[in-house]
């Protein structure tokens, strides 16, 4: 009898539990009640704290991560309440003083930063006055504002040039806006110094979402379609169906190119700060190539085996002194005597936003001065030259004229100067750029000498032929000969399922049979027979092309539907229609719930080998968030209270700016996707640096708690 009266109690208050969840101070004191049967009648403990057990389970569940956190804190002030974390399974293992102190920093957030704190400002009472039929723009944008407010420091960012700026792929994205993620890292670096007051005052603002539009979808609102015709020539099938059966493109016209011989005395100037880390060692890997290749055109002219002579130069910043900022080769025709010398070469210094491109462009006017000159240089780098003021204070910084003047680079010089002396020398400068903060600069110094400037894309192509012909078409002006090779880094080709052995066994003159590997069917049958390094290549970018194709296919059907909608948004803007346009507003900028049930780090490597299964991902992550709605709706929970951020890994043969990449959070595929779009593969060794993808994880742990 005894037995079921306490128990009866127990019950009792687990029913007032239920009702009273909302409360969580209430649900902290009747817990504590239950723990002391618990305790104080060992006979039953069993029982009672199994029905414990089930309340806090049941209460984190339907509540959200917030309130567990704070629950959890309330239980620390009393012995009783201590005891039951110590106890019970749902409290096991967490760091309680690191709870404290991000459940502390959360509750100041959310009395500073709330829509109703927002709505007391006079400026927000400025706004509805003048915007009273859109205010609700205002609204869910200060929703999302006080939620990116929690996290944007989750999301990976540079500052350079006084903006705000993304890695994407080999590029630096000055025009990208993460939503009020970017926007906030304007205001936290102005604090830090970083970002000066105009540049804030430029780049802040509310935004509106206007719709998603899809590429795939805008040439039907074209009458007429002008394609490059070079690149038509070598579309795949699937590519030519297309344009045939979706665009009704029909007629083309083929033009040819002009290739011919450019045989010269080269000079080879590069970028070797640590930013040009991966592309110096994909140089040092193919400089044998590149010779090899010179050594079949001069065969082919009949022209002498040392006309074709390289030399390979590479400059750094101030700090890394004189031995360091110049580093140069004799002057080569044996392409092995080369590669020795640059095998000692590595990437050091220049964590400026601009590098001595003057102390480069100095040695190339010293060499041209020596008896058999100099026919063209080579210039490749990823940033601008610097400006008088930066050169005067980075020599001032590494020891001043003290040091400097006794070294051979006496005198502070400027790239304009050592410019103007190429030029009157007639010696061109073929400049490549990395990045777009570069492009100003290369450009002018191209233009000024007579040489060309291009970006150079670093990335193996997964084209067909497209790149191919493009590179074909670059390589010699209208009416001029010229001459191409493909250097490709041998790590890239592992993305087509390309290795060593494949290629060994070509150069060596022996032919082979490829192997296909169904993992379905559990079969493995022959393919098909190379005897040529170019055939094996083609084939297997055109295999990579094609199963990529079909997983774009699906995207841009989904992509559909969003793109009709949004266009019908803009007729409605055309016709003024304004109802139509208030419900697409207020559906488009909706934020998401904020009682959270769920965050998710989707933590990924994405070194080359996972090239295949990163494309699927982003073509992927709407039906994800797809079903994590229907789960969450299954258990009758809000369907847009799940974050996620996605989050890659590579390893340390990558830069520091790419060793790590990461998302905002984001409650929408759409954001989410943008990012993932300019995610790209790079680097790798045989164990990846899964580490730092775990750190990062910790570290987002400890701003807010993941589930």
């Given at each position: 009898k005894s037995k079921g009266k306490v128990l009866e109690n127990v019950t009792f208050l687990s029913k007032q539990i239920k009702d009273l969840i909302s409360d969580v101070n209430k649900v902290a004191e009747l817990l504590c009640q239950m723990k002391v049967f618990a305790e104080n009648l060992s006979m039953f403990d069993t029982e009672i704290n199994a029905k414990i057990d089930k309340e806090v389970n049941s209460y984190k569940t339907q509540q959200d991560i917030m309130d567990f956190d704070q629950l959890t804190m309330i239980l620390e002030k009393t012995e009783i309440s201590f005891q039951l974390i110590h106890d019970h399974t749902c409290f096991i293992g967490q760091n309680w003083r690191t709870r404290r102190e991000k459940m502390q920093k959360q509750d100041d957030l959310k009395n500073l930063c709330t829509l109703n704190a927002a709505k007391a400002l006079s400026v927000y009472q400025d706004c509805a006055l003048r915007f009273s039929k859109w205010i609700f723009l205002f609204d869910e944008a200060i929703k999302d504002m006080v939620a990116a407010l929690r996290s944007f420091r989750s999301s990976t960012y540079i500052v350079r040039n006084d903006r705000i700026v993304y890695v994407e792929g080999e590029s630096i994205a000055e025009n990208v806006v993460r939503g009020y993620d970017t926007i906030w890292a304007y205001y936290y670096e102005n604090e830090k110094g970083k970002i000066s007051p105009s540049s804030l005052e430029a780049n802040v603002g509310i935004i509106i979402n206007c719709g998603t539009f899809s590429y795939a979808e805008m040439p039907h609102e074209f009458r007429f379609i002008t394609g490059v015709t070079g690149t038509l020539e070598t579309l795949a099938k699937l590519e030519k169906d297309v344009l045939e059966n979706v665009y009704y493109v029909h007629k083309k016209t083929i033009m040819p190119s002009v290739f011919g011989r450019n045989i010269s005395r080269t000079l080879l100037l590069m970028d070797a700060t640590d930013s040009m880390a991966s592309l110096l060692s994909a140089v040092k890997d193919t400089i044998c190539t590149m010779f090899e290749r010179a050594s079949v055109i001069l065969k082919e002219k009949k022209l002498c085996a040392d006309a074709f002579q390289m030399q390979f130069?590479?400059?750094?910043?101030?700090?890394?002194?004189?031995?360091?900022?110049?580093?140069?080769?004799?002057?080569?025709?044996?392409?092995?005597?080369?590669?020795?010398?640059?095998?000692?070469?590595?990437?050091?210094?220049?964590?400026?936003?601009?590098?001595?491109?003057?102390?480069?462009?100095?040695?190339?006017?010293?060499?041209?001065?020596?008896?058999?000159?100099?026919?063209?240089?080579?210039?490749?780098?990823?940033?601008?030259?610097?400006?008088?003021?930066?050169?005067?204070?980075?020599?001032?910084?590494?020891?001043?004229?003290?040091?400097?003047?006794?070294?051979?680079?006496?005198?502070?010089?400027?790239?304009?100067?050592?410019m103007k002396k190429l030029k009157e020398k007639s010696i061109p400068i073929r400049a490549f750029y990395l990045h777009d903060d570069a492009k100003v600069i290369f450009k002018q110094i191209a233009l000024e000498?007579?040489?060309?400037?291009?970006?150079?894309?670093?990335?193996?192509?997964?084209?067909?032929?497209?790149?191919?012909?493009?590179?074909?078409?670059?390589?010699?002006?209208?009416?001029?000969?010229?001459?191409?090779?493909?250097?490709?880094?041998?790590?890239?080709?592992?993305?087509?399922?390309?290795?060593?052995?494949?290629?060994?066994?070509?150069?060596?003159?022996?032919?082979?049979?490829?192997?296909?590997?169904?993992?379905?069917?559990?079969?493995?049958?022959?393919?098909?027979?190379?005897?040529?390094?170019?055939?094996?290549?083609?084939?297997?970018?055109?295999?990579?092309?094609?199963?990529?194709?079909?997983?774009?296919?699906?995207?841009?059907?989904?992509?559909?539907?969003?793109?009709?909608?949004?266009?019908?948004?803009?007729?409605?803007?055309?016709?003024?229609?304004?109802?139509?346009?208030?419900?697409?507003?207020?559906?488009?900028?909706?934020?998401?719930?904020?009682?959270?049930?769920?965050?998710?780090?989707?933590?990924?490597?994405?070194?080359?080998?996972?090239?295949?299964?990163?494309?699927?991902?982003?073509?992927?992550?709407?039906?994800?968030?797809?079903?994590?709605?229907?789960?969450?709706?299954?258990?009758?929970?809000?369907?847009?209270?799940?974050?996620?951020?996605?989050?890659?890994?590579?390893?340390?043969?990558?830069?520091?700016?790419?060793?790590?990449?990461?998302?905002?959070?984001?409650?929408?595929?759409?954001?989410?996707?943008?990012?993932?779009?300019?995610?790209?593969?790079d680097g790798g060794w045989q164990n990846e640096a899964i580490e730092i993808g775990l750190w990062h994880a910790n570290k987002e742990n400890e701003r807010e708690t993941i589930t």
């Amino acid at each position: 009898k005894s037995k079921g009266k306490v128990l009866e109690n127990v019950t009792f208050l687990s029913k007032q539990i239920k009702d009273l969840i909302s409360d969580v101070n209430k649900v902290a004191e009747l817990l504590c009640q239950m723990k002391v049967f618990a305790e104080n009648l060992s006979m039953f403990d069993t029982e009672i704290n199994a029905k414990i057990d089930k309340e806090v389970n049941s209460y984190k569940t339907q509540q959200d991560i917030m309130d567990f956190d704070q629950l959890t804190m309330i239980l620390e002030k009393t012995e009783i309440s201590f005891q039951l974390i110590h106890d019970h399974t749902c409290f096991i293992g967490q760091n309680w003083r690191t709870r404290r102190e991000k459940m502390q920093k959360q509750d100041d957030l959310k009395n500073l930063c709330t829509l109703n704190a927002a709505k007391a400002l006079s400026v927000y009472q400025d706004c509805a006055l003048r915007f009273s039929k859109w205010i609700f723009l205002f609204d869910e944008a200060i929703k999302d504002m006080v939620a990116a407010l929690r996290s944007f420091r989750s999301s990976t960012y540079i500052v350079r040039n006084d903006r705000i700026v993304y890695v994407e792929g080999e590029s630096i994205a000055e025009n990208v806006v993460r939503g009020y993620d970017t926007i906030w890292a304007y205001y936290y670096e102005n604090e830090k110094g970083k970002i000066s007051p105009s540049s804030l005052e430029a780049n802040v603002g509310i935004i509106i979402n206007c719709g998603t539009f899809s590429y795939a979808e805008m040439p039907h609102e074209f009458r007429f379609i002008t394609g490059v015709t070079g690149t038509l020539e070598t579309l795949a099938k699937l590519e030519k169906d297309v344009l045939e059966n979706v665009y009704y493109v029909h007629k083309k016209t083929i033009m040819p190119s002009v290739f011919g011989r450019n045989i010269s005395r080269t000079l080879l100037l590069m970028d070797a700060t640590d930013s040009m880390a991966s592309l110096l060692s994909a140089v040092k890997d193919t400089i044998c190539t590149m010779f090899e290749r010179a050594s079949v055109i001069l065969k082919e002219k009949k022209l002498c085996a040392d006309a074709f002579q390289m030399q390979f130069a590479v400059y750094r910043d101030y700090d890394c002194k004189a031995d360091g900022i110049l580093q140069s080769s004799s002057w080569e025709t044996n392409p092995s005597k080369l590669r020795s010398f640059m095998t000692n070469i590595h990437a050091r210094g220049g964590d400026d936003y601009e590098e001595p491109i003057e102390i480069g462009l100095w040695h190339t006017v010293q060499q041209s001065e020596e008896p058999y000159g100099l026919s063209q240089i080579i210039l490749i780098g990823d940033a601008p030259a610097k400006t008088s003021s930066a050169i005067a204070r980075d020599r001032k910084a590494t020891g001043g004229d003290s040091y400097w003047g006794k070294t051979k680079f006496i005198n502070p010089t400027h790239y304009t100067k050592e410019m103007k002396k190429l030029k009157e020398k007639s010696i061109p400068i073929r400049a490549f750029y990395l990045h777009d903060d570069a492009k100003v600069i290369f450009k002018q110094i191209a233009l000024e000498t007579g040489g060309r400037c291009k970006s150079l894309d670093i990335n193996s192509s997964e084209e067909k032929f497209s790149e191919e012909k493009q590179i074909k078409g670059r390589t010699a002006g209208q009416g001029d000969q010229g001459s191409y090779s493909m250097i490709l880094h041998e790590q890239d080709l592992e993305k087509f399922h390309i290795d060593q052995t494949h290629i060994g066994h070509i150069l060596k003159g022996k032919s082979f049979i490829a192997r296909d590997i169904n993992i379905i069917a559990d079969t493995i049958h022959l393919s098909k027979t190379y005897h040529t390094l170019y055939d094996l290549l083609d084939d297997k970018r055109t295999e990579l092309f094609k199963v990529q194709y079909e997983e774009n296919k699906k995207y841009v059907e989904q992509a559909k539907q969003k793109h009709l909608i949004s266009q019908k948004f803009l007729s409605n803007l055309l016709l003024e229609n304004l109802d139509e346009i208030r419900k697409f507003l207020i559906e488009e900028n909706r934020e998401a719930e904020r009682k959270l049930q769920s965050r998710t780090v989707c933590l990924m490597d994405a070194t080359v080998s996972m090239s295949h299964l990163l494309h699927k991902c982003k073509n992927t992550v709407d039906i994800m968030f797809e079903r994590a709605s229907e789960i969450l709706n299954d258990h009758k929970m809000k369907s847009d209270s799940v974050q996620i951020q996605f989050a890659v890994y590579r390893n340390y043969n990558s830069s520091h700016d790419k060793l790590l990449q990461s998302s905002p959070w984001e409650s929408k595929p759409n954001n989410l996707r943008s990012f993932m779009n300019t995610t790209d593969v790079d680097g790798g060794w045989q164990n990846e640096a899964i580490e730092i993808g775990l750190w990062h994880a910790n570290k987002e742990n400890e701003r807010e708690t993941i589930t």
